[in-house]
């Protein structure tokens, strides 16, 4: 590794050991939950795991990957589509990369946003949620201790709902 890219890894790295890269941890993780989780409930078949800034959702067929990509650009809305020969192909994907400097009000409005588009070009296929099987008890009861686990983050580190 270049002397360079290593400082800069070092730094990166005491940074999120500090205070405020602690507020900004937390920041991420409950806007990449408030994003993947909003669309869910519009109906977008969403993967990856909880917490992590990339959000992909998919598209399924190939064919509608230059229209949900025009009209996100159109929107102002960064997107990554990703298809064949990168991913099966019939579950092309739009990737959506999330950031600490996103206010809870910039996520809802991007999140109506898509929802608009996704109805457009007829990608949510999930809107009837009882095809979806039971979590396990071991996953309700790990996902609740996550979930306080992040509000007591974020009452610590004073992270409200305006920033």
């Not at 890219?5 to 205070?19: G, N």
């Not at 192909?89 to 809802?108: I, M, N, T």
């Not at 296929?125 to 071991?138: D, F, G, Q, S, V």
């Amino acid at each position: 590794m270049a002397p360079a890219c290593a400082q800069q890894a070092l730094s990166a790295l005491r940074h999120i050991q500090t205070p405020i890269g602690q507020k900004l941890i937390a920041r991420l993780r409950r806007n990449s939950n408030y994003f993947r989780e909003r669309l869910a409930a519009d109906g977008f078949q969403v993967y990856g795991d909880p917490d992590s800034p990339v959000v992909p959702c998919l598209l399924y067929h190939p064919t509608k990957i230059p229209s949900f990509s025009r009209l996100c650009l159109e929107e102002g809305i960064a997107v990554v589509v990703v298809g064949f020969p990168a991913t099966p192909l019939v579950e092309s994907r739009a990737r959506f990369c999330l950031s600490a400097g996103h206010s809870l009000k910039d996520l809802k409005e991007a999140c109506d946003k898509i929802s608009i588009i996704g109805d457009k070009c007829m990608l949510k296929y999930c809107r009837n949620t009882e095809w979806r099987k039971p979590l396990p008890i071991a996953m309700i009861t790990l996902r609740a201790h996550l979930e306080s686990v992040q509000r007591a983050d974020e009452e610590l580190l004073g992270i409200n709902d305006d920033d």
